[in-house]
């Protein structure tokens, strides 16, 4: 069936460095994914819409400059979260719809930040 | 924020007993899904319902949807230790293929 994988599952890093976190979708072509953070004991708010050739969608509040997003093919999104603080330490799911304008989504299994 | 309420916030009951967990929204919607999400891992999709539907069943899941009160319902029936996760809804608003989230309901199902 359908699946979405992210790389890595855990990253730790040290505050000012850069991390990218990748996003893909196995045997069928996304051309949009979507980036959601969850913060602890809380739900998951979208933070951007990823769409492949052409620049990401930011939800209200999010830095662009922070949380760089390329959607270079029709398989792969990636983020990265550039100067990572502290405070940016979550957990970061991707997610893509198996069908072009499709409601119905398949969702990564999380990547774990931890910054230092 | 459009992000949907659930409640309760936290639930805890007995093995075998139901549990039922509620969810409202803000706008219309295409549909209404059910996520599980165990400590630190990733969501697993329990049940759709589209917007033109009430009610449907899945093994032991019963989900309700009421349009008009912007509301939805889901009963785990005969809790299992297992069962033991956090439930989310999740909305996609009319018009859009966005995700909105609820709060979440921590379950805790006790042997």
């Known amino acids: 069936g359908a699946v979405v994988s992210q790389h890595p599952s855990r990253v730790i890093c040290k505050s000012g460095t850069s991390v990218k976190i990748e996003c893909r979708s196995l045997?069928?072509?996304?051309?949009?994914m979507f980036w959601y953070r969850q913060f602890p004991k809380q739900s998951l708010m979208l933070m951007a819409t990823?769409?492949?050739?052409?620049?990401?969608?930011?939800e209200q509040g999010v830095e662009k400059d922070k949380f760089l997003i390329n959607h270079a093919s029709l398989t792969l999104s990636t983020l990265t979260v550039t100067s990572a603080h502290p405070e940016d330490s979550s957990f970061y799911i991707c997610?893509?719809?198996?069908?072009?304008?499709?409601?119905?989504?398949?969702f990564g299994p999380g990547t774990r930040l931890t910054v230092t | 924020s459009q992000q949907g309420e659930e409640d309760p916030q936290a639930l805890s009951i007995q093995e075998g007993e139901n549990a039922t967990m509620n969810c409202s929204y803000k706008?219309?919607?295409?549909?209404l899904q059910w996520y599980r999400q165990n400590s630190g891992r990733g969501l697993v999709h329990l049940i759709l319902?589209?917007?033109?539907?009430r009610e449907k069943h899945s093994g032991r899941l019963r989900v309700t949807l009421d349009t008009s009160k912007k509301s939805s319902s889901l009963l785990i029936t005969a809790s299992r230790a297992a069962d033991t996760a956090s439930y989310f809804c999740?909305?996609?608003?009319?018009?859009?293929?966005?995700?909105?989230f609820g709060t979440g309901t921590r379950l805790k199902v006790l042997a």
């Open positions: 706008t219309s919607i295409n549909n």
């Open positions: 045997d069928f072509q996304a051309t949009t």
């Open positions: 319902i589209r917007s033109n539907e």
């Open positions: 990823s769409n492949e050739g052409s620049k990401a969608t930011y």
């Open positions: 999740a909305t996609v608003p009319t018009g859009t293929y966005k995700y909105i």
């Open positions: 997610s893509a719809p198996l069908m072009r304008g499709g409601s119905e989504q398949y």
